[in-house]
């Protein structure tokens, strides 16, 4: 007698391992080679195209880390205070104009250029100032409070490499050499449709039976998130001939189409025979959950990413597999998330051979340490539950359960934007 199931990821034929599809985008795709040069304002998230190198040291010369006098360690005393004449000063952007002397203190101010000669600085909080002198206590170290010429960037040395995403503190690395601009491959252009005759566009009215189309406006968001240059081509019908037009259409000026939807084995699911048609299809069925429908070809040299329809699965796989394969046509160096080690705040029990992510919010459990509950609604179609989560619980193929405070890999959301 047959018996019914509950899992709507049970349905028969050999699945794809996820660390076999990373490796075959890995093994199909190339990074664009064209670079632009762009604005440091503009240039947060982007490729570096070339390596760049320091053509000066930072700082440019030996500076005070503090505000207070710059001695001549010697001159100091290792057991007794040690009275000097301060006989000149030297604010920020300005020099003393001569080398300093034996004898004497000068008034520094922190990243002030240090006098030659000088190799310590004691903090003004330390000393005691007089009627043209500064009294300086014993212990200081030689050489304390004071910054070397090129501690931070030695001339010549690397700076950033090829391949490097630009985050925050790069492009204020680069502006700290000079640059106003930065070296960078070019924006991959990417198409982003959805497909289903029950999508509508928000802030239309919605008749029976219809949605607000919440993936195309998540997709463009992670998109334009890394760096991307975005098409919006809206919603497509559940018709293979429309589908397979507007692919063709977009596939000459773009690097990349990324639909949702249609990639199930439903009547009504065209997209994958849409792209078999006109292009070449490589997988399309992961051993995954959330997501098991993904499919990566080829539409006339553009790569095509098709995503399950149900939100949280688009969502989960942009992150997992579409984000990888962009960031290698992008050319970046580092497309590994990092995941870190937690104590899960629950059990379950999964099926063997899938690998499945769980989402899940960190609070700090007894000592300290970050323990992950899981989101008590789990469906595919719960969007909220991934903005109410903080990442992803990974379970292993070879999992089939998992009891509470056992020490788990967990995927930051933070890590996948």
Known sequence: MSQLTDDCFSFGGVLMPLDEALQRLRDRVSPVTEEDTVPLATALGRILARDVMAPFDVPPHDNAAVDGYAVFFDDLSPD???VLPVTGRVAAGQTLGRAGRR????????????????DTVLMQEDCRAGDGTVTIPPG??????RRSAGEDLARGGLVLGQGRRLRPED????????????????????????????VREPGVGLEPGAIYDANRF???????GLGCAVTDLGILPDREDAIRAALEGAAAGHDALITSGGMSTGEEDHVKAAVEAA???????????????????RMDGAAFIGLPGNPVAVMVTFMLIARPLLLRMMGAADQEPRTVPVRTGFAVKKKPGRREFVRSRLVRGDGGALVALKHPRDGAGVL?????????????EDVARLEPGTVVDFLPFSEVR
């Open 80 to 82: 007794a205070d040690a």
């Open 103 to 118: 004898g004497e203190a000068v008034r520094i101010f922190t990243g002030a250029p240090m006098p030659g000669g000088f």
């Open 140 to 145: 200081i170290k030689r050489g304390a409070n």
């Open 171 to 198: 492009i204020g690395l680069l502006a700290s050499i000079g640059l106003r601009e930065a070296p960078v491959r070019r924006a991959l252009r990417v198409a982003v449709f959805s497909t289903g005759d029950e």
């Open 218 to 224: 998540a997709l463009m968001a992670a998109l334009a």
């Open 279 to 297: 292009g070449s299809l490589h997988f399309w069925r992961l051993a995954i959950k959330p997501g098991r429908p993904v499919a990566l070809g």
């Open 384 to 396: 909220s539950s991934l903005a109410e989560s903080d990442g992803l619980v990974i379970l292993g």
